[in-house]
């Protein structure tokens, strides 16, 4: 089946709309090129020759090993030797390293495509593993047969490679199978879909970018921008590989002549502009004829609680960054207007790409954080249960977000942090504040002791729990934060200024209070008294790069932690389900549409009838059909080929466009409800009318409690590893697969916390 993207090259372009601009690169375009390919080398992004010829030796030998796999399992069988003659697998890759992105030490994603008679669980997990476990090249081999996307990771002479497995319904693998048809989908499991998803999903990027070697001089700069900045993660609820290869793959459609210098900038300026959670899409939506599910928040309830979906272009067409949460989303889109006010300066000659690659100083970024320390018996235990937690992390953050009501605001740090001094230790880090704009009320107190039980409890649920490992929740302040997270080891000095020096209040008479333990009147006061009203200011100056006067105090002052054990992990307050069906207007063949009259409307709003730019695009769209289908991406094309020339794309036409494709419908995503943790659902048990005592097991802190019943229901059972919530998902998976039908359930949940904040006791009463 043809992507309706590629059939669209007829038209001149690839996409769902328009290019923005066909103007080919400028002499500065050129010089700025030329500087930034300087500057990715210069930072070891390449990897050399030797380290190339390397990587594809590793894997003519891990093709070799898998066809002598399957011969094996086919004689095991009982296949006659013919049969066992023909038998066949064969090794895929796909990732960074099929992108052509990757760099020295990287990861290799690899599929390994087999017979509808050779068993993921029996030989692949088994008989592979055992294979790969008695090869002396190979090291750390670790199944886990239980992820979303089942994989077995290990390093092959040092290369680290993960291999998926896919079993197809053929009784023999063809040498050139092609994988990008979708009738290698056929009667497979889904397992099976989902693994062949990242090599199908790679390969189809690759055909819609109009340049590719453009394509990967961006990818491979904003790749390293985003780590720099400490927003390239999937599993922490930002975006990872796959994502931000879709984000620029639509950037190269919507400039398809520019140079990679242009294409960053561009990549800054549009999606400073975004209006999330319009979808980004590279190509229409396809239903397909196998019956698999697709995005459509028209259809599925879960997919319009997406806060950033970033759909992938082969089918079956997920969104890829269903981990995104409003408090990681916030996170980048201040770093998007970072990212654009910086290339503004460098369009100015004010700044170089130094700036643009600052790192992002976290741990000045806030005043509040929540230390989340692991430890194990063993090396091997606390690398299963590290991968284990860091799967869990993103549920705190929306346990926080739906328990606040927003309020409380989490931005977690991507990476992990070890105290050498302490063995088999590992620790993560969230930083902490009020959400802006709200006015912060005399003894405003957070208490999310219950939230964070229940994110211990859905840690423990791990199944492969074994003595030793633990795990513990801290509030911390900026300046307790341990000095082993620093470079070196060494805290860094800053100096000392006077208090609202650099534009944030520092207030002693209103403050935030953070419950993290003891009774529910045990604020964290004095030694560790929250405030969280000059946050939001500190976050804004560093990500202008602006230093922030607060003097630290060296010491290890702590709160009292949160400590457990799986073993004797307490049960959960069960919960209400909340939300209720939501319909979207679209037609039959796309997500969303919008006609011409609404169109024309918008294009007076936005135009100045005084621009001649301005009326060009005015009277192409008067030329337009009579409705515009937009082909489930909420995308208006404001400019055409042959319309955007040199002489037309000036930077109103330009910024006009953009507002356009960024704009979306007025019936787009952005009137859907917040809140609802896609992650988890929950099933309605009825009420419990002990509020002030226990439930479920669990003591209930709420201060709207004696106003109103508080919903109790039953928590599923993580271990039944439903959904994608129970282990670590690839990017490149769906979050449900035939997932359940919207909830027609009008109850709202009671938040689970001690909430003194009389706004939003009131919104809860009389949502309640």
Known sequence: MASSGLAKR???????????????????DITKTHELEKYLADAGLYESQEEAVSREEVLGRLDQIVKVWVKKVSRAKGFNEQFVLEANAKIFTFGSYRLGVHGPGADID?????????????????ELHNMLAEMPEVTELHPVPDAHVPVMKFKFNGVSIDLLYAKLSLWVIPEDLDIS???????????TVRSLNGCRVTDQILRLVPNIQNFRTTLRCLRFWAKRRGVYSNVAGFLGGINWALLVARICQLYPKALPSMLVSRFFRVYTQWRWPNP??????????????????????????????????????????????????????????????ICEEMEANKADWNKLFAPYPFFEAYKHYLEIDITAA?????????????????????????????????HPHPGDFSDKSRPFHCCYFMGLQRKQGVPVNEGEQFDIRVTVEEFKHSVGMYTLWKPGMEIQVSHIKRRNVPSFVFPGGTRPSRPLKAAGSEGHTISKTKSSSLVLAGKPSDTLSGSCDTHMADDSSTRKQLAAGTPVGDQVVQGSERCSPITMTSSSASSLCTKEAEGSAIN??????????????????????????????????????????ESVGMAGSGIIAAVGPGNCTASLCSKEAEAL???????????????????LDELELFEPQGQDKDFDGVAGGCSVVSSAAKDAPMQVGKLHDSSKNEGIEELEPAELSAPTFGGPTASSSNTQRKPLIRLRLSSVVKAADKSG
């Open 110 to 126: 690899t599929l390994c495509v087999g017979p509808r008679h050779a068993t993921r669980e029996e030989d692949f997990f088994t």
């Open 584 to 625: 979207l207007v679209g037609n039959a063949n796309g997500i969303l549409n919008v006609t011409v009259e609404s169109r024309k409307r918008k294009h007076v709003e936005d135009t100045d009838s005084n621009s001649i730019d301005a009326q060009r695009l005015a009277a192409h769209s008067a030329k337009l059909p």
């Open 181 to 191: 048809q979708d009738s290698i989908l056929q009667n497979a499991d889904e397992q």
């Open 280 to 341: 980004v899409m590279l190509c229409d939506i396809e239903e397909g004829t196998l019956g698999l599910p697709v995005w459509d928040p028209r259809k599925n309830y879960k997919d319009r609680l997406h806060q950033m979906p970033i759909i992938t272009p082969a089918y079956p067409c997920m969104n890829s960054s269903y981990n995104v949460s409003s408090s990681t989303l916030r996170v980048m889109t201040e770093e998007f207007q970072r990212g654009h006010e």
């Open 10 to 28: 007829g038209n001149g372009y690839l996409g769902v709309t328009e290019p923005i601009s066909w103007s080919g690169p400028t002499e500065f």
């Open 378 to 410: 063993n090396e091997d235990d606390l690398r299963k249960w590290k991968g284990w937690v860091e799967s869990r992390l993103r549920t705190l953050t929306l346990k926080i977000e739906r328990h606040t009501f927003g309020m409380l605001q989490c």
């Open 657 to 675: 466009a953009i507002k356009k494709i960024t704009s979306g419908s007025p019936t787009n995503l952005a009137s859907l409800p917040e809140g």
